[in-house]
């Protein structure tokens, strides 16, 4: 069974740091192009960040720019996010996404296009 768990989030404080975690079973990551999204109360969906197969082709989202940062490591088959300089508005619940096949451009990949996600992981910023 294919399957991608989340871990990671929870309460910081603005201008703290977390980082979240994506562990991927039944597949292996290095044949598949993954990021992470994130969804605030009452907005839409958000694309974060996304990192090629192979881990050389990263994007990151102008909002997070300079703060968030995607990583993997295909030997432990897991996705990181590194989040520093929290700010109140990254709260959201962050999901991780995998889809094979398909690689990244200018952007990318919408979410339509991930064929996996995880349950997500909370990450409330708050004083």
């Known amino acids: 069974q294919l399957q991608l768990v989340e871990s990671g989030g929870g309460l910081v404080q603005p201008g703290g740091s977390l980082r979240l975690s994506c562990a991927a079973s039944g597949f292996t990551l290095d044949t598949y192009t993954t990021g992470w999204f994130r969804q605030a109360p009452g907005k839409e969906r958000e694309g974060v960040s996304c990192?090629?197969?192979?881990?050389?082709?990263?994007k990151i989202a102008d909002s997070v720019k300079g703060r968030l940062t995607i990583s993997k490591d295909n030997a432990k088959n897991t996705l990181f996010l590194q989040m520093n300089s929290l700010k109140p508005e990254d709260t959201a619940i962050y999901y991780c996404?995998?889809?094979?096949?398909?690689?990244?451009?200018?952007?990318?990949?919408?979410?339509?296009?991930?064929?996996?996600w995880g349950q997500g992981t909370q990450v409330t910023v708050s004083s």
């Open positions: 996404a995998a889809t094979r096949g398909l690689s990244i451009g200018t952007l990318c990949p919408p979410a339509v296009a991930y064929d996996h």
């Open positions: 990192i090629s197969s192979s881990g050389r082709t990263t």
